[in-house]
């Protein structure tokens, strides 16, 4: 009755939206979670078996020949071959073993198998085997058998040395954050004056300049791209400045981010008590006062919210990273490293998996540390937009 109780005062309609998002959570952290334990695991083991094994260990499907019949010794009235179905350095626990290609399972390890015509196999969980037949082998190639092998977990940290020493991706990751971090800046600084000039200064054009904000916002980034380039270069010229830059790509970055960083900034500072920016006007403090010890302090959940999305665009950017900084593998960012990497890595997963769980890294960080601020930076804007 408890349960039924709590159900009711929950309400189903409320029940039914925290199930939902309980599972496209879920549908989030499941994918994120394999490549995380992908990227500890041993080439070997991604081959042969999915990430959820990688806790319990795996089995996978091999293939060995016994020793040729010269190796052969005599045991009374019957011939023995012995030996090890594991190579030098060759680990694992056979579980079953077989024949046939069909049934690599037919007989259990450590159980004597009848093969016919006088012959007995027996190999053991440690891979010594005991091959006996009542007859002189024929010298030749060993017979084949086919084994159903165990590994235990194993997670090793190669994938990550080999990632950030050999791949390059240790320098792609500063590239990243030398892009990210000034292209989140530059367009918070800029648009969180302006946000307070349409908010609280009173000038000519004011709801017109905001129109002309709401309608950059729809503009697509591909069709403004080869004009900004081209303009970007032209201006370059002039002062002599590189064609391929980071002030270039810091530029692009700001232009493309700077609509809505204006549009969610007004929409907060416009909702900020009037009385206080009144009073601080009696008490003979300037436009730029105000903005700096009032404004600023009590719009931080704004600019939490605008970093986050600013720097996700940012560090997830490849098209305007490569158009402004270059493709050189001194230049490339770690999105651009990545895409390199499935080409000349196309089939090590454990790289790749690496990479791409580096890349994700910084991203998750600055969501977790600044989530608290998202909605209310959101809808706060959005209920007292004035």
Known sequence: MTALASLRRIGLPRLVVHLSVLLICLLWLVPTFGILVTSFREPQQIASSGWWTALTGSSQTMAVRLADGVAARQDGTNYVISGSVFEAGQGGKVQAFGTKVTAPSDYKASEPADLGEGETLTINEDGSYTYTKNAPFEAGRGKRVYLTVGTPPAFTTQNYETVLTSQGIGQAFVNSLTVAIP??????????????AL???????????????????????????????????????????????????????????????????????????????????????????????????????????????????????????????????????????????????????????????????VPIAVFFALQRYLVRGLLTGSVKGG
């Open 183 to 196: 292209s989140t800046i530059i367009p918070i600084l800029i648009a969180a004056f302006a946000a307070y």
């Open 199 to 361: 908010s609280w200064m009173e000038f000519p054009g004011r709801a017109l300049i905001l129109a002309m904000v709401v309608g950059l916002m729809v503009v697509p980034l591909q069709m403004s791209l080869i004009p900004l380039l081209k303009m970007y270069n032209e201006v370059g010229a002039l002062f002599g400045v590189p064609s391929r830059s980071y002030a270039g790509v810091w530029l692009a970055h700001s232009a493309f981010g700077m609509p809505l960083a204006i549009y969610l900034l007004r929409n907060y500072i416009a909702g900020l008590p009037k009385e206080i920016i009144e009073s601080a006007r009696v008490d003979g403090a300037s436009d730029f006062e105000i903005f700096l010890k009032i404004v600023l302090p009590l719009s931080f959940p704004a600019l939490a919210s605008f970093s986050i999305f600013q720097f996700l665009w940012t560090w997830n950017d490849l098209l305007v990273a490569m158009v402004f900084l270059g493709t050189g593998k001194d230049q490339l960012v770690l999105t651009g490293a990545l895409n390199a990497l499935l080409g000349s890595q196309g089939g090590k997963w454990e790289i790749l998996t690496a990479s791409a769980f580096i890349t994700i890294l």
